[in-house]
């Protein structure tokens, strides 16, 4: 049962981010801790054993499934933030359009610089 | 349908269980059956399904989400697991890694910011800021993120689902109007900005695309997480 295997695996490092969280009082998730140990884990090892990657595949390809209950819950609130939408809106909307624009003029002035070198 | 019957079915969680897993798959095939439009994302029909059954059902949203739960403690090694795909990637960072070094602290901290700047001017609260402040985060992560700095995650999901559909447009207006044909900067601007619907829209251009998207996208999942959080507690907003 090597999916099984793999995701004990995974439990096991979100287990471990919940120790270090605990001890280290750092703000961020466990999930976000057990991801970073267990790419270094990966690192160490060189290779990815197939009892992680069985586990780790579907669950990748199930996160859309995972996040649903959470994303159902905007049209539930839509009364409740009534006069607060455009605000959100335009704030979302120009946002996103000003650092599209900075990322890809940082990264061609970036890798043409690289690449003119 | 008769409430008592409602009432059964609700009281086990395998009742939102089921539900959620019918409105995804559905979603999923009415999705290829449009011809995967990039505006009109599988999770956005799948959402809109699930909302309107549990409003024809009378369905009070908080009951959903109790039985939901059973589904979304998966989300924590779910997103451990993302660290696989993140080792895999790291052939293609040592590739690129000074420009990418100097990119993605900006790229991601800007994301963040100029949507915080924009909504603290028109007079947002802050629980709306701290909602929208992952905006551009990936949403296993973000909901940590948001959890910590005390926003509301439907809200986040909104502005997730928001900032990637539109993520794509600006994309290919951007990279027309700079005259950028790389479509590894294209990947990783999707990624970065866009999370998981930018990057699956770059695994549409082509598999390289897509492979600097899904870089971009745990980048700035990163190093959000990590400072967000920290930047928050320091300025005291959040207090």
């Not at chain 2, 940590?144 to 207006?173: D, Y």
């Amino acid at each position: 049962m090597p999916a099984l295997n793999g995701l004990l695996w995974l439990i096991s490092f979100w287990l471990l981010g919940e120790v270090v969280i605990h001890f280290s009082g750092l703000p961020v998730s466990s999930g976000v801790v057990g991801m970073l140990l267990l790419c270094a884990t990966l690192v160490v090892m060189g290779r990815v054993p197939t009892s992680i990657a069985a586990a780790a595949q579907p669950l990748i390809a199930l996160l859309a499934m995972l996040i649903m209950p959470g994303v159902v819950g905007v049209f539930f609130i839509l009364d409740e933030m009534a006069g607060q939408w455009v605000a959100i809106f335009t704030a979302l909307l120009l946002g996103t359009l000003l650092s599209v624009i900075t990322t890809l003029w940082l990264l061609k002035r970036l890798i043409g610089q690289a690449n003119a070198r | 349908m008769p409430a008592s019957v409602l009432s059964t079915l609700t009281s086990t969680p395998l009742f939102s269980v089921g539900l959620t897993l019918a409105a995804f798959l559905l979603g999923n095939s009415l999705f290829k059956r449009f011809g995967k439009p990039s505006w009109l994302p599988a999770i956005l029909i799948a959402a809109l399904l699930l909302a309107g059954t549990l409003a024809l059902l009378g369905l009070p949203y908080t009951t959903y989400q109790q039985g939901a739960n059973w589904l979304t403690i998966l989300l924590g090694p779910a997103t451990v697991a993302l660290g696989m795909p993140l080792y895999q990637q790291l052939p293609h960072i040592r590739e690129l890694w000074r420009p990418l070094a100097i990119c993605l602290p900006i790229a991601a901290t800007l994301a963040a910011c100029y949507a915080l700047w924009i909504a603290w001017l028109m007079g947002s609260p802050t629980p709306i800021l701290a909602s929208i402040a992952a905006k551009s985060v990936t949403a296993p992560i973000a909901m940590g993120i948001t959890e910590q700095l005390g926003g509301t995650i439907p809200l986040l999901m909104g502005s997730l689902l928001i900032t990637g559909v539109a993520t794509i447009p600006f994309v290919s207006l951007t990279a027309r109007l700079l005259n950028i044909d790389d479509e590894r900067l294209i990947g990783f601007a999707l990624g970065l900005n866009g999370h998981a619907i930018g990057t699956v829209r770059a695994f549409d251009i082509s598999p390289t695309a897509g492979a600097f998207a899904s870089l971009g996208m745990s980048l700035t999942g990163i190093f959000t997480a990590l400072l967000l959080p920290l930047a928050w507690r320091l300025i005291g907003v959040g207090s």
